[in-house]
Structures are given as structure tokens and as C-alpha cells.
């Protein structure tokens, strides 16, 4: 037969030395230092917070690297780790190839530098494409009564020389759904 022990603790709160008085400064002044000993474990970092590629330009991303602990060991963009095929490494600089860029949505990506030791850099990389311009959306502002006996359809147009493509639309923050809330027909919209 085998006798089971169960030691049980019980947190006691922190109570100040006899004559100090606990205050929110003195809370403070812990945070404070919390924060200052988090900091000095972020000892890899990489030389700018942000990037950015233009898909209508050539060029690679370069993200120089200051490594104190540990190596390079890949990059993860948006979540995911990219192939070796997509990028290289040389010292404590990563290449985001273009080629690998130029495939990507046009979005603001977070991205990591992944190592074998001490902290994973974070950064973000916003890929755009200057080639495509603005659409013309006309009208722009369209008033509409609510009242189901009064209210009529809307027909919207976009310029589709601007090579923009038609992602959906947005009424007070909320996606509205397609083929229920509105529809579309070559260049016209109707919501």
C-alpha cells in the first residue's frame, strides 16, 4: 500500500517592513523594474521595426540583424515559415527575395527572424504595388432612406482601368454580403 502526502501552500499578500508604507508609487517603482528586466532579455534585434516592398519595383528586402545570442535560423512572415527558396542568409543579414514578395497579397505582414538562441526578432513588412492607381468609384457619398416603402436601389460605378480589384463593401465597419446585400454586374454595384 502506497501513502500519499499533499503538501499545500498558501500565498501570503506582501506586506512592507514594519513603519514603510505600501503605496501605488511603490507598486510602480516594481512595474518599472519588471519592465527594465524584460527589456534586457530582448538582446536580438533587427535595425528598423518596418520594411516595406513595392511590387512594382525591383529589389530584395534586406533586414540586418544584431544577434547576442543564438543564430539565424529561418524567417516567418504572417504566421508562416518561409521555404529557403524565399529568402537567404549572410552573417546577421536575412534577403527577403522579391520573387517570393512579388507573389504576396498587398497587406501589412508581422513577421519574425526565428533563432536558435535568445529572443525572435519581430518586425513588420508592408508590400504594396505603386503601379496600381486609386479606383474611381462614383458616387462617392450616397444618401439613402431607411424606410423599406421608399428606399430604392443603389447603382454604384468603378473604373476598372485602374486595375483594381473589386474585394467587397463596407457599410459602418461591417463587410456586407454579396449576392444578399448587394450585387454586382460588370462595372456596376447595386447595394
Given at each position: 500500500?502506497?501513502?500519499?502526502?499533499i503538501?499545500?501552500?498558501?500565498?501570503?499578500?506582501?506586506?512592507?517592513?514594519?513603519?514603510i508604507?505600501?503605496?501605488?508609487?511603490?507598486?510602480?517603482?516594481?512595474?518599472?523594474?519588471?519592465a527594465?528586466?524584460?527589456?534586457?532579455?530582448?538582446?536580438?534585434?533587427?535595425?528598423?521595426?518596418t520594411?516595406?516592398?513595392?511590387?512594382?519595383?525591383?529589389?530584395?528586402?534586406?533586414?540586418?540583424?544584431?544577434?547576442?545570442?543564438?543564430?539565424?535560423?529561418?524567417?516567418?512572415?504572417?504566421?508562416?515559415?518561409?521555404?529557403?527558396?524565399?529568402?537567404?542568409?549572410?552573417?546577421?543579414?536575412?534577403?527577403?527575395k522579391?520573387?517570393?514578395?512579388?507573389?504576396?497579397?498587398?497587406?501589412?505582414?508581422?513577421?519574425?527572424?526565428?533563432?536558435t538562441?535568445?529572443?525572435?526578432?519581430?518586425?513588420?513588412?508592408?508590400?504594396?504595388?505603386?503601379?496600381?492607381?486609386?479606383?474611381?468609384?462614383?458616387?462617392?457619398?450616397?444618401?439613402?432612406?431607411?424606410?423599406?416603402?421608399?428606399?430604392?436601389?443603389?447603382?454604384?460605378?468603378?473604373?476598372?482601368?485602374?486595375k483594381?480589384?473589386?474585394?467587397?463593401?463596407?457599410?459602418?465597419?461591417?463587410?456586407?454580403?454579396?449576392?444578399?446585400?448587394?450585387?454586382?454586374?460588370?462595372?456596376?454595384?447595386?447595394?
Open positions: 500500500m502506497t501513502e500519499l502526502f503538501r499545500t501552500m498558501t500565498a501570503t499578500p506582501f506586506t512592507a517592513p514594519e513603519g508604507e505600501k503605496t501605488d508609487s511603490t507598486r510602480t517603482l516594481m512595474m518599472n523594474a519588471a527594465k528586466m524584460e527589456k534586457k532579455n530582448i538582446v536580438n534585434t533587427t535595425d528598423k521595426s520594411y516595406s516592398f513595392d511590387r512594382s519595383k525591383s529589389g530584395n528586402v534586406v533586414v540586418n540583424v544584431s544577434m547576442k545570442e543564438g543564430s539565424i535560423s529561418g524567417v516567418e512572415v504572417g504566421g508562416k515559415k518561409l521555404s529557403s527558396d524565399d529568402y537567404t542568409i549572410s552573417g546577421n543579414a536575412v534577403t527577403i522579391a520573387s517570393y514578395l512579388k507573389r504576396q497579397e498587398l497587406a501589412k505582414y508581422s513577421c519574425r527572424i526565428l533563432t538562441g535568445g529572443n525572435q526578432p519581430k518586425f513588420n513588412l508592408t508590400v504594396s504595388d505603386s503601379s496600381i492607381p486609386k479606383p474611381i468609384i462614383s458616387p462617392e457619398i450616397i444618401s439613402v432612406d431607411v424606410n423599406p416603402k421608399k428606399c430604392s436601389d443603389v447603382d454604384i460605378t468603378m473604373d476598372r482601368k485602374t483594381s480589384e473589386f474585394r467587397g463593401i463596407v457599410a459602418d465597419g461591417k463587410a456586407l454580403a454579396e449576392g444578399t446585400d448587394y450585387t454586382t454586374s460588370g462595372r456596376h454595384c447595386d447595394p
